[in-house]
């Protein structure tokens, strides 16, 4: 087998295994045997005793595993993680860092190779092959061990998370860690305490969490009746099938059948339930193992079995969701949604009332559903990529959204800390609300309105409530998004006049459709390797004028009378696509008034959001009647930064000095047209942020509903002179996050300490 497929193998089958000592037994095995050495070890470092303990091993005294250790300063073992590079020594007894480990037996082993184990930069531990003869390593086994290494970290650290929450089943035998700690992103500020409900795609086998069994009964007759259900579904395909396949094709259905035995597949996940995990966990459960026993076949034909498998389990789970509520009806109060990929779709779903915060484990700070959240107000931690979240549903939980951190089990005393923050977020509420009905002005009289974003149908009320001026930014595709297919014409007149009416005679601002990225509608799925450069925003509606035509024609019909409309085209590029939107927009106009609507040519802006645009941004200024800039887009373009990836979320820095020219250079081009310039782009909604941006000379600034009023707050603190001066030092600064720092301490200079966050309890 060559190299490359010995990896792909390795990795393959550790990352179905059931837990981490599996997935150590498997690596163990697998990697002596591939490099065909006499040992192979891990060691891995434990938290708690700050050492590295060898966890699982192939070749040295079983007995040992779990009872030796090193500690970083001792041994090879020690050296390679400390370093955190390989070591490749041909006798490692003549090392002076060597320390002979008693009850192990390696003393027969001289050769010896360690690389790190490291996950986003941690060093997690170390693995080791060593041989009896004394010889180096060559360079094609270094690398193949690197390699390996490199890429069962992550699966690695998964499984050590995973298996730090018990299980229902060992809940009884091991004692409840507390306060169990997941790293995400902060996405939402605030904290929330509650429940977990862990939400699943629909048909998605791996996001299916556990659940406790409720009416046994009902859950084994959903099971029979999902698994006679798929039973007809194969014989039907068999028999329409029939005349065209060939007598070994055939066959291939007699296979699935027998596997939808009662006898075999079907009785694992009976007993399953019978132990007390509802169908779909069970089921889920039980296609894993079938998988893995399959991957790790060496026979190919075999080995392929193993995607029959998870087809017939996901044939069975629609069956099994088809049955079941087409929503979660079980909300408790404090809820905390849970998901792998939570979608602005989700939130939609959930009842706010009971929505106390929300985890995702993919995402990231600036992803739509985040900003969604933000405006809801709701606490959120994105992109915690190692959580084990398919064993939380029912588990109390503290949501951290100032650190990006989920508690798992909060002990007392963790409760009673993030209980005194709750305590003093409502406070400050309080204080805010007082700042309704005033204007945001400065200290020396400087006027700035501040408008809103919204598209969740709630926002309206609550930019109303919270004293916004104009909506900056209606995402319409929000409300595209938990349909079924595309709104008729009437349908979205419906809508956009609620918008339109709820702010008249106030600004409200329109977005075209700007779908692609991370907002899918379910009726228009678009699949790319890149979907950020992609298919997105206006180069999608200029290909499908009818989607275009349509939208418009209701913007504009849904304003007749209150002529408050204001459109506004996402991510455009190139003069000749605002050309073109443009030249739609008033073909809409003329078709309108010669169907009898009384009809006014609304103002029409364009948004900067791509790098390109920002060097045009003064041709465009010309061409349109407003610009406002899509900060949240720009740092993504300008950085290389893909805005939903948790990966690089250390790297979207909003006060990224390249981000902050930018912005400064578009307010002075627009202005030289003497155009009305905007943002709305999340930067805004930061109080430090939104000094800068009104010292740059931003017309208005749009921010989410809920982070207004603090928006308010800090004009209302400071000078407009004050301001400017921050943002001359700022000028200077060629760090992102001292500029952040920056910003915090000027805003305590200014006494505007609420503004920032909350001292947050430290704790391992
Ligand atoms: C932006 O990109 O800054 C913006 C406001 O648009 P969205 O976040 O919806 O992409
Ligand atoms: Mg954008």
Redesign the pocket.
Known sequence: MSILKILRKIVQEVSTAADLDAVLTIIVSRVQRAMATHVCSVFLFDAVTQRYVLRATQGLNPQAVGQVSLAENEGVVGLVAKRAEPINLQDASSHPAFYFLDTTGEEQFHSFLGVPIIHQRRVLGVLVVQQQEKRRFDESEEAFLVTLSAQLAGIIAHAHATGSVQTQLDANQRPVQQDLRYEGVAAAPGVAIGRVVVMSLPADLDTVPDKEVKDLAAELESFAKALEAVREEVRQVADNLASRLSKDEQALFDVYLRMLDDQALAQEVIARIHAGNWAQGSLREVIDEHVRAFTAMEDPYLSERATDIRDLGSRILSHLQEAGPAQITDFPDHAILLADELTPAMLGLAPENKLAGLVSVSGSG?S?AA?LARSMGIPTVMGVVDLPYRRLNGREVVVDGYNGRLYVNPSDELLQAYGRILNDEKAMATELQALHDLPAITTDGYRLPLWV?TGLAADVARSLERGAEGIG?Y?TEIPFMIRESFPSEQEQLESYRKQLEAFAPLPVTM?TL?IG?D?ALPYFPIDEENPSLGWRGIRITLDHPEIFMVQVRAMLRASVGLNNLRIML?MVTSVHEVEEAKRQIDRACAELREEGYDVHAPPVGV?I?VPAAVYQARRFARMVDFI?????????YLLAVDRNNPRVAGLYAPYHPAVLKALDFIAHEAHKERKHVSI???IAADPGGALLLMAMGYDVLSVNANNLPRVKCAIRGVSLEEARHLLLKVRMMHDAEEIHQTLRQALRAFGLNQLTRPAIPERE
């Open positions: 600036n739509h900003i974003n930014l995402r977005r700007d990225g907002k996402p948004m959001e406002s800039v899509g900060s949240n887009d720009l740092t993504q709305c782009g999340e």
